[in-house]
């Protein structure tokens, strides 16, 4: 019996090829150039792109080919890894307030509610200045705040899921909290919670290159989109390739992602739709 793949449209397409072509780019990157991120060419400054310097160079003469390159590593890095702290969190909070409901509902959810009030940037210089930078306290703070998004949508579907028949029936027959909780509810949400994982992965890339951009994020040597951003800003009229080609990068990354994102979303509610 042949499976059937689903018809995807065409800025699909694209963005999957888009995708698909920035991280074999970024992953064997290393491999095409003679240059190293960190890597100075004291013969060529600040110059345009060029054959032996295919994005140009910056101020002080590396390579901006390889150092785009490792900011989109570093910036789906911190996505992925944020995301995959987030998720967890968001899906247990989320399914626990939601089925035992009542008091520890209450007291959950507004707990999620003072966490929501707190601005965001503000959380993130409180950790940079106590702990200082750090590339993992940077992915764990924005995994730490994208959970509670995640929180809210798994509750939702949890207050439809807590009636059901499946679930009146396992409780019929003694089952735990945790077994009801495990085996009948995570299960039957893992639709909205990947298709919100989709959203969260270009949110994360953004809200990182936000946070680099300010400079509260990757610190030297390593860098990301955002720092390439930030330090190609003071020189965008004299050499406009140190802006244009990581903003380029961003913009094509993020849009990538959210297409991909709606079309997963589109596909599963197809899916699910009866026949």
């Keep these: 019996m042949s499976k059937t793949f689903p018809k995807l449209s065409i800025p699909s397409k694209i963005a999957g090829i888009a995708m698909s072509a920035l991280i074999v780019l ?11 991120f ?11 792109p060029s054959l032996t310097h295919w994005f140009g160079t910056d101020q002080v003469g590396r390579d901006l080919y390889i150092r785009t390159m490792s900011g989109i590593k ?15 969190i968001g899906v247990t909070w989320g399914s626990v307030a939601g089925y035992i409901g009542g008091r520890v509902d209450e007291l959950m959810m507004r707990f999620v509610d003072v966490l929501y009030s707190l601005p965001f940037i503000l959380i993130v210089i409180l950790l940079t200045v106590i702990f200082g930078p750090n590339l993992y306290l940077l992915f764990g703070a924005l995994g730490a705040i994208y959970w509670l998004d995640m929180a809210r949508i798994v509750r939702g579907q949890t207050l439809k ?49 936000f946070i680099s951009f300010l400079g509260l994020g990757i610190q030297e040597p390593q860098t990301s989109l955002g720092v390439l951003i930030s330090d190609g800003i003071p020189d965008m009229e004299t050499s406009p390739w140190l802006l244009l080609f990581p903003s380029a990068c961003l913009i094509l990354m993020i849009w990538s992602l959210n297409t991909l994102g709606d079309e997963l979303r589109d596909q599963l509610d197809q899916k699910m739709k009866p026949s």
């Design 38 to 48: 960190e890597q100075m060419d004291f013969n060529a400054m600040e110059t345009a």
């Design 26 to 36: 970024s992953i064997s990157s290393p491999y095409f150039s003679e240059w190293d």
């Design 74 to 88: 570093v910036s789906l890095f911190v996505s992925l890894l944020a995301t995959l702290v987030s998720i967890p």
């Design 161 to 209: 899921l807590k009636n059901a028949s499946f679930v009146l029936a396992a409780e019929a027959q003694g089952a735990s909290t945790r077994h009801i909780l495990l085996h009948h509810i995570i299960p039957n949400v893992r639709s909205p919670v990947i298709i919100y994982g989709t959203i969260t992965v270009p949110a994360i890339i953004l809200a990182e290159s």
